[in-house]
């Protein structure tokens, strides 16, 4: 079992609102990523960090932010939540050489 | 560019029968190949994975194999059950560049009993 985490697990919320979902590992990962995933669907990268200070945009265009101030934390924020961004967001961590591990992800409802 | 794509996005196996998942990937540079399992509502779980100096790779029930000739990638499952029933993803890491991993699109793997 992977040691990482993700809060909340579920969240419905307002159009307009602002939203952090949160992420931490204890396994000491440099390496830290965020996805985002329809249901039955590929995954796709929005965000990545390489360790403390470093933060990546990925692959998918993305209205949300990130910080990684301190190794074990990665925050994923979305300003002003839209019903476009009703989706899974799962974020993973991985050490050099290693395969990513995933937290088990939050569902969210943008109304 | 690079891409990770899997030949079927469903596959069906009688329960206890073997599976087999395949997949192809494009960029010859990836030196590391996962397999992840992703139930319901879950995240990605790790499976197994293997590194290009290897042809295959054994685990408990499963077997990963890589042909690097034709840059395919295949996940055998022996004796299927039902809480085998999942997405499955391949995914790589190229050597060069960032470093991302790359992922196909799916497979779900439906068991009947």
């Known amino acids: 079992e992977a040691d990482i985490y993700q809060t909340p697990r579920y969240l419905v919320i307002g159009t307009g609102k602002k939203i952090t979902l949160e992420c931490s590992q204890t396994m000491g990962h440099d390496k830290m990523y965020w996805y985002q995933q329809d249901p039955g669907m590929e995954l796709h990268l929005i965000h990545y960090?390489?360790?403390?200070?470093?933060?990546e945009k990925g692959d998918l265009s993305s209205e949300s932010t990130v910080s990684r101030i301190r190794t074990e934390h990665f925050p994923l924020t979305l300003e002003s939540a839209r019903p476009s961004h009703t989706s899974q967001y799962l974020c993973a961590s991985r050490r050099g050489g290693t395969a990513q591990y995933f937290g088990p992800g939050t569902r969210l409802l943008v109304l | 560019g690079e891409s990770v794509g899997l030949h079927l996005p469903t596959l069906s196996v009688q329960e206890g029968d073997n599976s087999i998942i395949n997949c192809a990937y494009s960029n010859s540079a990836s030196d590391y190949f996962i397999w992840y399992k992703q139930e319901s509502g879950k995240g990605p779980q790790f499976i197994i994975d293997?590194?290009?100096?290897?042809d295959k790779r054994q685990g408990q029930r499963v077997t990963v194999l890589l042909n690097k000739t034709v840059k395919h990638l295949s996940l055998q499952i022996a004796a299927t059950q039902p809480g085998d029933s999942a997405v499955y993803f391949c995914?790589?890491?190229?050597?060069?560049?960032?470093?991302?991993?790359?992922f196909g699109q799916g497979t779900r793997l439906t068991i009947n009993p």
């Open positions: 960090s390489y360790g403390v200070n470093s933060t």
């Open positions: 995914a790589e890491i190229p050597t060069q560049g960032a470093q991302k991993l790359v």
């Open positions: 293997i590194r290009s100096n290897m």
